[in-house]
């Protein structure tokens, strides 16, 4: 037997840091995408960690081999994509958000990584053309189509970090992490509704706020501003978790930062079994 999973990097609009609040967000999937293929074998193997995340996952006697476009420590999510296409490929037929919530919880188990839901949400609920509007104190999704005039690109800071080995638990006592989440959360309802320029001046404001909680970097932050003061571009901040990675930025069109291309919402993980 083989089974083959396939799962997208994630994008967050807008929302960052509300999750284990029990806030909202609006995430999109990326085509950068992480391959696990999963063949029978006499015992398990593959890469150590690769191996940890299947044991923590009740995984079956198989051949592990990754192959992805994602980057490490970008903030695109590549340890949830991972922990997701081990449940998948493992589990097999699994509910949606089942599978999320079993993602999560080796890569805490394993990897260590106190995360919560964005990222497996947003990488198995994705529609193609569209973000995923979620809400965490009900988890409620619901597919939100994007629109024609919101063009995002994605600008590297070349920071990298491990979330794991960074204060991103640290933050979670900050008192000013309930006003950020309050805020966060106005910020998403009103990105639902807003035109570019409305919601490139909602991006800024949200890379403000998740700098006062301590999760960016002066490296990042500098960037950020040149890239806020930049013509043609609306608004920018940084994204994931924290500590580095990449800036979305919102442009007025594709020819502003021509270097960079725009980014598209992707369809979501999903998996192919094959048998001998």
Known sequence: MQRRASIPARINIIGEHTDYLGGLALPFASKQRLTLTATSAESIQGD????????????????????SSIPIGAGLSSSAALCLAVVLCSQGDIELMQACKEAQRIEHEVLGTPCGLLDQIAMMHAVEGHATFINFSTMAVSPFLIPEDWCFKLVDSKVRRTLASTPFGASKEKPALSQHADGENQRVLEALKADPYS???????SHASLKSIGVSHPKVDRLVDELQSTPGVLGARMMGGGFGGMILVLVEHEGVLPETEVVEASKGGFLEELFE
Not at 48 to 67: D, F, K, R, S
Not at 199 to 205: K, S, T
Request: glycine share 12%.
């Open 48 to 67: 150590e960690t690769i191996v940890a995340l299947w044991q923590a996952a009740g995984g079956w006697p198989a051949h592990l081999a990754v192959e």
């Open 199 to 205: 919601l490139g001046r909602l991006l800024n404001a």
